[in-house]
């Protein structure tokens, strides 16, 4: 009855419902903004303004001023407290009457009236309205819950204090309560970080257009089957020049020799004449007189020449398949090559070298591009980016992509070639390229190849055949790879990693140097 009564006092004369922003006319009704501005709009019309409630006549359209007590009650009216949301209501109210306050001692809930005439001594402890105040009282002991232990994980009152958690690490239960509260929050603050992070990653992969990236791949395959078929055709072409060349050379060998036999054969034929001319004389003194000029051993010898021609003929002038054959090797190999650059696509990137960096047996050319070891110490200005020892690092760095430098390096002393991150060490005996956790290299020394990584070192086997290198680097794959970039190209080795900086490239020298070639170069 009295929530209805309530609302009749908060209603509107006009649309008889709770005031909305409620105003005043100067003869003190009040109506809701908006019920009482149409109500003036109509009276414009006349002249005439007059209260809805009293009849009560101005001269003048009215001023409104807007009544912010009532709108607060209104309000209040309108939007039931929090207990009446959660359906706590009165203990001792005869009908539903949301609670204001629970009591922890009593376990009992209140509303104001109630609250008022409540025992609120420093035994009582009203909290919130809650369905269940008994569970800040200890079911041993019936004692206020004060302490949380950090051992049990519990709350507990002063008597398990001094009882069951005698030596525990305890905390006041506000104390835990708010570093609980500040640690559900970091926690919540990485959650969400997290969550956001991933919504950027799934629009990340809404947004890849897969069906562009298939027709540019496709056409990127095209355009290498269409490059690798004029590679064969053009292989095809040499090829069959080779065996016809062969041919050629074969057949005009086979010729001379022929011609020479031929030669030889009339020789033979006119010795074989000669010879049967004298077989046919009957008369000793006569024979014995005609054939004291005759060598009787050429006949042998040329028996022999026949024979080495032979020879010669079935062995020296046969088709060199194994020429053939290498020839098809070296242009696969050329083909595979081509078709691996093509797709993965690495970006040849220029580079130069930072002499901030450079130690002071570091000789750096005009153009920042060559890097040589000194013997004289060099006068360079005290840098915290400089190396105690001769090495020097590319100016800028790389944290995305896949790209590819070639160097050249000297054939003396030792070289030390590779990539690291701009926090390694200056000095000390971890400074060294390849020497710690956040470089990796190719070493050259005594004609020898390795490579190191943490201070590990990985022997080679395969022997340098040329001082041109090339470095690959696929960051987002974790790929450091070297390669002697001679013809064709021959992979060295290929470190795997999950790179987390910057990478810059670096040079170790020792009686040696290292020059960068750009791709203008």
């Not at 088709?319 to 797709?343: N, Q, Y």
């Not at 590819?404 to 060490?425: K, L, N, Q």
Request: with cysteine.
């Amino acid at each position: 009855m009295a929530s209805a009564d309530l609302r009749d006092e908060l209603s509107c004369s006009i649309c008889l419902d709770v005031y909305t922003d409620p105003v005043t006319l100067s003869c003190g009704h009040n109506f809701c903004r908006d019920c009482i501005g149409r109500t003036l709009e109509t009276q414009d019309q006349v002249g005439v303004y007059s209260c809805p409630d009293c009849r009560e006549n101005f001269l003048e359209r009215p001023s409104l001023r807007r009544n912010i007590t009532l709108r607060n009650i209104a309000q209040g009216f309108l939007s039931p407290p929090e207990a009446e949301v959660s359906g706590i209501y009165c203990t001792f109210c005869d009908f539903p009457v949301p609670a204001v306050k629970s009591c922890v001692q009593c376990e009992t809930s209140m509303c104001r009236h109630h609250l008022m005439r409540h025992d609120q001594s420093v035994e009582h402890m009203v909290t919130p309205p809650s369905a269940s105040p008994g569970r800040k009282k200890c079911n041993v002991h019936h004692e206020i819950l004060d302490y949380y232990c950090c051992v049990d994980s519990v709350c507990i009152c002063a008597q398990c204090l001094s009882s069951g958690h005698n030596g525990h690490k305890v905390e006041l239960l506000s104390d835990a309560f708010q570093m609980r509260k500040e640690t559900m929050r970091n926690v919540l603050h990485k959650l969400t970080t997290a969550m956001e992070e991933t919504e950027k990653s799934v629009q990340s992969l809404r947004d890849r257009d897969i069906q562009e990236k298939a027709n540019g791949l496709t056409k990127r395959v095209e355009a290498i089957l269409g490059d690798i078929r004029g590679q064969l055709d053009a292989l095809e072409e040499k090829v069959l020049s080779e065996i016809s060349r062969q041919k050629e050379q074969i057949a005009l060998s086979i010729l001379g020799r022929i011609q020479q036999l031929e030669f030889r054969k009339k020789e033979l034929h006119e010795k074989m004449s000669h010879v049967k001319e004298l077989s046919t004389i009957e008369d000793p003194i006569t024979l014995l007189q005609e054939s004291s000029g005759v060598d009787f051993w050429d006949a042998q010898v040329g028996v022999k020449e026949k024979k080495s021609a032979e020879d010669k003929s079935n062995g020296v002038d046969d088709m060199d398949a194994g020429f053939i054959s290498e020839m098809f090797e070296e242009a696969l190999l050329k083909v595979m090559t081509s078709v691996r650059w093509s797709l993965s696509g690495p970006r040849r990137t220029s580079l130069l070298l930072d002499i901030n960096t450079a130690g002071n047996h570091v000789h750096l050319s005009d153009d920042t591009k060559t890097a040589t070891w000194s013997k004289e110490t060099q006068t360079y200005p005290e840098t915290s980016e400089r190396f105690q020892y001769p090495q020097i690092l590319s100016t800028g760095g790389f944290c995305a992509g896949r790209h590819y430098w070639e160097v050249e390096t000297s054939d003396c002393g030792s070289w030390r070639v590779g990539m690291c991150y701009p926090t390694m060490d200056r000095t000390g005996d971890e400074s060294y390229l390849g020497d710690n956790e956040k470089s990796w290299c190719l070493r050259w020394q005594k004609n020898q190849y390795s490579v190191l990584h943490d201070n590990v070192e990985t022997m080679l086997s395969p022997e340098p055949s040329c001082h041109l290198l090339r470095m690959c680097l696929d960051y987002e794959a974790g790929t450091l790879s070297f390669y002697e970039a001679c013809d064709p190209i021959r992979h060295l080795h290929t470190f795997t990693a999950t790179f987390t900086s910057p990478l810059h490239v670096g040079f170790r020298l020792l009686k040696s140097w290292v020059k960068i070639i750009n791709p203008e170069e």
